[in-house]
């Protein structure tokens, strides 16, 4: 199985709001996909329709199964973690991992005691009274137990300082993924995961507006700096879109190679934060 999710014309409605319209999207494994969106923009409804949450209308395919009826055995080959703000803080450590275990056919609750022994959580303590550091790690141990395919990371990092977000990526790359597994993860902080990503899909309104591997967005959008002489001359070159700030000229270009844009002044590659609002806020 090459597509471990596949959709073709999924849209999903709310009364007269139409949060996802006719979506097209085929995700493979082994693949790191990061879904971007502002808020609103329809990535919730997507993920709560992988993971079976909500009913939709068009195809939907995720590990062979349709997941709104399949679910039951969907969920033995998917994994879901959000924030980590939503454990509860009254749950000690040890019943975290008798809750998991009970939910999730494929988790290892000795693995995930061997990589909790590693660290310095006490198996007793409330969450609540847990560092948000041990509460990175206490998440981390639970995903790299659970022998799942697909695992989605909504906003997993929220809330943490930079060295445990870094800490947590790190390690679930080290520790968990790897050609036979697919990841998903929506967050706002674009820019950190741009690194870890094999694939990056943008999403406005309900719709996918940008589908590509970072292979492919890396080669592809470059942004130019032109010499002040040069200006007009970049500028017939039709950039897709041209940015001023504290007096200097900036242009982006997807079209364009380096050998043809550097003979007008200093280029570099687009951060996919850039990207992301050069899509969001074109037409």
């Not at 080669?219 to 950039?239: C, F, H, N, Q, Y």
Request: glycine residues 6%; charged residues 25%; negative net charge.
């Amino acid at each position: 199985m090459t597509h471990y999710i596949s959709a073709k014309g999924l849209s999903k409605s709310y009364g007269d709001f139409q949060a996802l319209k006719n979506v097209d999207l085929n995700i493979n494994k082994g693949q790191i996909v990061g879904l971007i969106g502002s808020n609103g923009a329809g990535k919730t409804t997507l993920i709560n329709s992988i993971l079976g949450l909500v009913s939709f209308e068009g195809e939907l395919n995720v590990m062979g199964f349709d997941p709104h009826s399949e679910r039951d055995e969907l969920m033995k080959e998917v994994c879901f973690i959000s924030d980590v703000a939503t454990l509860p803080k009254w749950i000690k450590v040890k019943e975290v991992l008798q809750y998991v275990e009970g939910i999730h056919p494929n988790f290892d609750p000795e693995k995930a005691l061997s990589f909790l022994s590693e660290t310095t959580i006490p198996m007793d303590k409330n969450v609540g009274k847990l560092s948000k550091g041990m509460i990175v790690q206490l998440h981390l141990a639970l995903v790299m137990a659970i022998d799942a395919k697909v695992l989605v990371l909504d906003e997993p990092t929220l809330g943490l300082d930079i060295l445990y977000r870094k800490r947590f990526y790190d390690q679930l790359l080290e520790d968990y993924f790897d050609e036979q597994r697919t990841i998903i993860i929506t967050t706002h902080q674009v820019d950190e995961i741009e690194n870890i990503l094999t694939n990056v899909i943008f999403i406005r309104d309900g719709q996918i507006i940008y589908d590509a591997s970072m292979e492919e967005t890396l080669s592809t959008w470059k942004v130019l700096e032109p010499k002040a002489d040069m200006i007009e001359e970049a500028r017939a070159l039709s950039p897709h879109r041209e940015n001023k700030s504290l007096g200097r000229v900036s242009m982006i270009f997807n079209d364009k190679d380096r050998e043809t844009l550097s003979p007008f002044g200093d280029v570099r590659r687009l951060s996919l934060s850039d990207l992301f609002v050069t899509l969001m806020t074109g037409e």
